[in-house]
């Protein structure tokens, strides 16, 4: 079993739909998680860090579960740009550890 | 502007052949790290350094080597060694690397393509 895994993709949704990703980890020692957001070809870029208490930027909300060990994304009012892939990610000890993302397809 | 430079962003080898990958940041960041991802796939961390002159193993290190002589500047050799080396090779930094800091946050390079013939 992989230490961090996320829903298998692709996600394909009209825009203005809402779609959630989800993530799950299974060491209970990691600390701090994060939402990285990649384009075809490009590198990962932060889009949010994830808090105990849920945080909000926009039409993102990340949400955490240390109990469950369980950490979503949801996106509200889709748009064409938010076409990517999303990588979850946990810091353990230090370590950075990412799942294999899920991509996320926005059509007309 | 602050960033992280890889270069070269496209690079083919032959097999048995060394390959260096270079990877500067103007950040001041202390810590740096090279990823490789393959398609579908998330990242896999090959090694990682938090200082100057030090550097660990990550979770896919064989056939790979590393030197950090330099704060802003940690390259990666992929040596003949490296039985699969076709990947997409990813090079990050951040502030610190800690177990509980937000410095964690990680600023990636824009990536180079290994393609061995």
């Known amino acids: 079993r992989k230490e961090v895994e996320q829903d298998p993709g692709p996600f394909n949704v009209p825009e203005g739909a809402t779609v959630a990703f989800n993530c799950t980890y299974s060491n209970s020692a990691s600390q701090s998680f994060f939402w990285y957001r990649q384009d075809c070809r490009k590198e990962p870029k932060l889009l949010m860090s994830?808090?105990?208490s849920g945080n909000e930027d926009g039409r993102f909300t990340a949400q955490l579960n240390r109990a469950s060990q369980y950490i979503s994304l949801l996106i509200r009012d889709s748009k064409l740009s938010d076409s990517a892939t999303y990588l979850c990610v946990v810091n353990r000890g230090g370590k950075l550890i990412f799942g294999q993302g899920t991509e996320l397809s926005v059509k007309p | 502007d602050g960033g992280i430079t890889q270069s070269p962003k496209y690079l083919f080898r032959k097999e048995g052949q060394n390959v260096t990958l270079s990877c500067e940041q103007n950040l001041n960041h202390d810590a740096m790290y090279w990823y490789r991802q393959d398609p579908g796939q998330g990242l896999r961390l090959i090694y990682y350094s938090q200082i100057v002159n030090d550097f660990q193993k990550g979770d896919i290190a064989e056939g790979y080597s590393v030197s950090r002589e330099k704060k802003e500047s940690f390259p990666l050799t992929v040596t003949s060694a490296q039985k699969n080396p076709t990947a997409f090779y990813l090079c990050a930094s951040s502030i610190a690397n800690r177990a509980y800091s937000g410095a964690n946050v990680l600023t990636f390079g824009a990536g180079s393509r290994l393609t061995v013939l």
């Open positions: 994830v808090y105990s």
